[in-house]
């Protein structure tokens, strides 16, 4: 074989190899660990905001993730799971292809998911998923704005969930009770 197509081989296998990489892309960054607050799928779209477990100094990140053809969605098995199987109230931990948009909530698209196990309450089959729904749904009706709602934490009692849940633009915090066996939600403060 003669030097110079030695050399184009050479250059051509490098250039394949390196388009062919299971590498992630370089832009990729951590995105959010947090529950998804609202569901899109029409435009296949999440937001997610940080919970308690991770926010700093009780600032919360906000992130619309746009899913495109390239994510993956996974479970904590590493299992392949659908867009719709992705529900409000889960708890969820991301991965960005580009840099976020500046806006609150900030916008970016998706290049991996990993959906956490749901938590069911020690004593009833209620999931902490659910109550999280429920209590959503429950503090989205006391007003008739549209807000940016951040579910803080949720914890079991006894016979409850409680869920902890902030209003961004009116800057008011629910203390949401749903009793894990009736569905009974009301809230505490």
Not at 50 to 55: G, I, N, V
Not at 80 to 89: Q, R
Not at 140 to 160: C, G, P, R, W, Y
Request: charged share 30%; aromatic share 8%; net charge negative.
């Amino acid at each position: 074989m003669n030097r110079p197509l030695l050399y184009i081989t050479l250059f051509a296998f490098l250039l394949l190899t390196a388009g062919c990489s299971d590498e992630k892309p370089k832009n990729e960054r951590k995105g959010l660990t947090g529950y998804v607050i609202e569901t899109n799928y029409e435009k296949k779209a999440l937001l997610v905001a940080e919970s308690d477990k991770t926010a700093r100094d009780g600032d919360y990140d906000a992130e619309w993730y746009f899913v495109n053809d390239d994510a993956i969605l996974l479970d904590r098995k590493n299992n392949k799971v659908l867009l719709t199987d992705i529900e409000v109230g889960a708890e969820v931990e991301t991965w960005a292809a580009s840099p976020s948009l500046e806006s609150y909530p900030a916008k970016t698209d998706l290049s991996k998911l990993v959906v956490a196990d749901d938590v069911q309450h020690p004593h009833y089959p209620m999931l902490q998923k659910k109550a999280i729904q429920m209590a959503l749904n429950f503090v989205k009706s006391l007003s008739d704005k549209a807000d940016i709602f951040i579910v803080q934490d949720a914890v079991s009692t006894e016979s409850e969930w409680i869920v902890r849940v902030f209003t961004f633009n009116a800057g008011q915090k629910h203390e949401i009770s749903v009793h894990a066996e009736t569905g009974e939600v009301k809230r505490i403060k």
